[in-house]
């Protein structure tokens, strides 16, 4: 059970919180722009990388934020918590 | 000796002060406090115990703790029996019943043993080969199988015992309180760390064979007991090490105690224990040699011989033959020689089995046979001979057998050093040739290992490493490391061609050599496929004692090294787990919360049937006076159709949308725009997920300007209101807005019925009634009942209808009010809700949508704003949404108007045939309408309403009934009701 430091109430059992899968996926401003191909795309393609992985998590059974984690798919070791809107501390995160 | 004649007159750890009586197959015996049932049992000269799992051949016991896989009993007996519980690990009490399993009908006439004569019926695969079919047979083997197999008996009843579960936080969790465990811990504590020190024996001290040893650690234990910062937990086994070091452990509180145990005490605790530092000292596990007929009762490990003899006083044999490919069995043929069991001799596979222990024995005046080995054993009950021969240079047999007579052959393979716990820590293991043992090297968490685990053979390297690991200061994980200079076979070649006699490997799965070199053959080359094949370590035992033996076979039949062969994965638990431990109190009433409406208590003297919706008590109908549930929903549905109906409609989601974009936030969450809702306005709305399929629904009223209160369904209430959060904070963080879950501080009544504008005027006087005043989808504030009120007239029945929504608190004061004699109102439950909205053809979300039907299936297309973006837009203007296949809601209507429907029932298009056919559809709401006088139906079928011919089939289990496609608005399609 990973021990996930919340940006808000700091480090928690994982079992107080719910994954929101791969992080920094934004909605598309205009969907109609977009072809039946790509709209999938941001619908159901995510990345499975193995080692450094961005989500999004909540702390559903705790403050109730959002807030985003860099986790090591491979360790499961957190890189980095940081919070909505903020960047990536490794940057690149677009 | 009283009747224990393999008891020693001094020396142990048992109390003779006290002895206990148990019963074993309904045998009288005593042993003494200290003893556990095996010793027990040992001491009482019994050495069959059981029978084992495939062949049914006599077993006894191999060794002295957890890694037993022969001697599992059955313990107590009803709602608290055990079944497979070991022998080795069970602490004697007064009063104690065991059994064996695997017998029928006893373990010394087994029916079973006729599996053993047709053994070469029964090779590796035998289960996937011989079973596969035909498939309808399997229902009959298995029968068999299971009364064969007899893996023990299942409590009967409910399990009286309760059993707890702990939460702990430490620096330092040490597992296992040996040498190295208690340096390690007190290392630790001394530093300042908290710290939790864990076993799974009844004391801490491990299990040293020399008295002074045990002496010294008994001082180490006292410190370790008056330290305010550690916490001593026996009888508990770390038994799964999971993520950043939290850690799963069972503590048997009370087993040992029996019927004795003092009533405030659970029966076991499951502690969850996270951990900022992990020390495991968790020891080795001795291997058992691969001969032919090594498995007969009175063949054991050595370590286990000599346990028996020096902490239980107990003569495990009176003639042993201690047979080993390494020097650590001589201090147990000593130890057993010192304690008067003849030593017919010490059997060493190696040829140069010199050396300072081997000197020690031969001083001694032992007989030592280098470079022999066991071929074979005989005795039915229990061993009676052993059979050796010298063993050649390149591993196989030469010159004579000769045959030495015993009751006891004391055997050790080497040593497995217990890196379970490391491995499921994600730690990497290396085969080491020089030790012949997989050894912990990597670890990708804060976990050290100390002692045997890491090979350490000696004490003072045990305790080093220990203090070292405790300290968190560096070691020298090589200390103490014996070479096993051994060049001996894995498995003892056979006396003969003919390879008469199984050599066993995995004991409790009665997995042999000749099983792993067969499944080796037959193309079962990965470990982890020859696993799953044989059976090899798929036991309770998991394969402590059989698998690295298993794997060296496998990797001799294929020419690889160990390493290429690698190991199958250690998995949790390490040892069994109770299901009462896991369930701890979440069990009975507190398995999960039970929600309550306001109104309750008078649901509940009214005598409700109620109905679980989530953790929701909703009465379901109200019987009177005999009725059935037929009977009462039907005259439920009539009140509200003719007079007037109340509904405790208080479970709905309530949800208060406010700020300044509270009105942005609808218009993308919903379909329908919200522009122009005034306050004093409701609208009914519809969600879907990206996907475009439907979530849920609801409706929402304008309070003022910026301010809504939204309903959801009940059981999406939380799903709901986390949605809205989640797009807020991740994907518009930039909209100001604030929800707050209404929920439980509201309750909602909902008066249903042509009566109810008249009955609803004689409790208000501040609220205009008039239809033009108050018009449908309208809501007002005033008084109900003399208690502050909002009032919205909406309707999920189809009739003149509104819901009263007033504090929690004043919930029951409404409905009193509402229910009083002179109002002539119906209390209805939800069935008859369901019955009058399916009427109305309105769809329920979850009945007719199952997170795979869009708005358009529905016809709903009317509610898809065609001015704006909204959350699943995009998807629905995918061409496969239009697909004229897609399954659309329509009414259906049974060619017998009394026949009703099942929900759930498929729907074909032609009559079934008698080979299979794509089912077209299925019926999603179906019920007795007794204001239409017959049945009706809701269905999602391929082409929907536009489906020619409208005919269709619905085969049930004795017939199939044709039912004809319609409108599903079976009642006032034009709402002429509800909108008076
Ligand atoms: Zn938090």
Known sequence: ?94 | MTGQPYRLAEGGAIDRSRPVGFSFDGRRYTGFAGDTLASALLANGVTLVGRSFKYHRPRGILSAGTEEPNALVQLGTGARGIANAKATRVELHEGLVASSVNCWPGPRCDLGALNDLAHRLIPAGFYYKTFMWPHRGWHFYERLIRRMAGLGRAPEGADPDRYERMNAHCDVLVVGAGPAGLAAARAAARGGSRVILADERGLPGGTLPDAADTGRLGETTAELEDLDNVRILVRTTVTGYFDHNFLIALERVTDHLGPHAPAHLPRQRLWRIRAGRVVLATGALERPLVFANNDRPGIMLASAARAYVNRFAVLPGRRAVVVTDNDSAYGAALDLHRNGVEIAAVVDLRRNGEGGKPAEARAAGLQILAGHAVVDSRGRRRVRTAHVARLDDDGSLTGPVRTLSCDLIAMSGGWNPAVHLFSQAGGRLRYDEALRAFLPEGAPQAVRCAGAINGAADTASCIAQGRAAGAGEPDDRAAGRVEAASRAPWAVPARNRAGEGRRFVDFQNDVTSADIALAAREGYQSVEHLKRYTTLGMGTDQGKTGNVAGLAILAQTLGLAIPEVGTTTFRPPYDPVTFGAIAGRDVGRLADPVRRTPIHRWHEEAGAVFEDVGQWKRPFYYPQDGETKHGAVARECLAVRNAAGVMDASTLGKILVCGPDARALLNRIYTNAWDRLEAGRCRYGLMLGEDGMVLDDGVTACLAGNRFLTTTTTGNASRVFAWLEEWLQTEWPDLDVYLTSLTEQLATVALAGPNAREILAALTDDIDLEPDAFPFMAWREGRVAGLPARVFRVSYTGELSYEIVVPAGDAMDLWTALTGPEHAVTPFGTEAMHVLRAEKGYLMIGQETDGTVTPLDLDMQWILSRKKDFIGRRSLARPAMRDPLRKRLVGLETGDPATVLPEGAQILAEPPSGVPEAMIGHVTSSYWSPTLGRSIALALVQGGRDREPPTVHVPLDDRTVRASIRDPRFYDPDGVRMNG
């Not at chain 1, 598309?28 to 039946?36: I, T, V």
């Not at chain 1, 702390?59 to 903020?86: A, K, L, P, Q």
């Open chain 1, 1 to 94: 059970m990973l021990l996930i430091p919340c940006p808000w109430c700091g480090a928690r059992d994982e079992s107080e919180f719910t994954c929101g899968g791969e992080a920094h996926i934004r909605r598309p401003a205009d969907p109609d722009a977009l072809d039946d191909a790509h709209w999938a795309d941001y619908l159901f393609m995510r990345a499975n990388p193995k080692g450094s992985h961005r989500e999004r998590w909540c702390h559903s059974h705790g403050c109730g934020r959002w807030f985003n984690v860099e986790r090591d798919t491979v360790t499961h070791g957190i890189v980095s918590v940081y919070r909505m809107g903020e960047p990536p501390p490794g940057g690149d995160g677009s």
